[in-house]
């Protein structure tokens, strides 16, 4: 099983409302992944946890917040964001096995819409 | 840095057509490639991989075979179906990356293919 899934599918916010996004896995991988997806575009990284702990922040603004309780969830926690910050929110997994190329496995997305 | 470049699309073919889709890529490593395929409003689904040169990758009727000679990593398919219709995405991560860059995948801009019945 490679399923990563992510709730909601779908939200709708004010640029004053907080909110977040919710991803979880089930495979023992010990590294997770946002990522911001824009039309037509090929995915941009956001954040890694690799051992629940943060290891990559790709100068991400911080009206976006991620957070790793446990090897299983992560989540990001929005706050005042803006328009443009309208998107697709891609969640992924790798296994970080040591000795064996990673390869990440994605989820189905959240479509964020910021009025 | 590592780079990726996908043929320019979008790609319109009838169905049982065969599918090319090129893949060139730059790396200072050794990377491990893979494509992924983006059905519409979906998340990206990984395709295929490969991780030493002359590795093929196959799914689902694609392949893409590593070469370390010319840098590509080409996906074929002998007969696409409408159901194909999708944007497919070429990637390489370098898994001797240390630091910052262990696991990050670097993609090409997308190849949008519709298939008409």
Not at chain 1, 60 to 84: D, I, K, Y
Request: charged share 20%.
């Amino acid at each position: 099983d490679t399923e990563v899934t992510q709730t909601p599918k779908h939200l709708v916010m004010g640029m004053t409302n907080k909110k977040s996004l919710k991803c979880e896995q089930h495979m023992g991988h010990r590294a997770m992944y946002w990522y911001k997806q824009k039309a037509k575009k090929p995915p941009e990284l956001m954040f890694v946890y690799s051992y629940e702990k943060l290891s990559i922040n790709e100068s991400v603004p911080s009206r976006f917040s991620p957070e790793c309780p446990n090897s299983s969830l992560l989540n990001l926690h929005l706050h005042a964001l803006q328009p443009e910050d309208s998107a697709l929110y891609l969640c992924a997994s790798s296994p970080r096995t040591s000795g064996d190329p990673d390869t990440q496995y994605f989820g189905p997305g959240t479509r964020l819409t910021v009025l | 840095g590592d780079s990726v470049t996908q043929m320019e699309g979008p790609v319109t073919l009838s169905e049982e057509a065969f599918l090319t889709i090129n893949c060139t890529y730059t790396a200072t490593g050794y990377p491990s490639l893979f494509w992924y395929v983006q059905y519409p409003g979906e998340g990206l689904q990984l395709l295929l991989k490969a991780t030493k040169a002359d590795d093929k990758g196959s799914n689902k009727g694609f392949e893409a075979t590593y070469r370390k000679e010319t840098t590509s990593f080409h996906l074929e398919k002998g007969s696409v179906q409408v159901s194909d219709s999708a944007v497919y995405f070429c990637a390489l991560s370098d898994p001797w990356a240390g630091g910052t860059s262990y696991g990050k995948l670097t993609f090409g801009q997308g190849t949008i293919l519709t298939v008409h019945p």
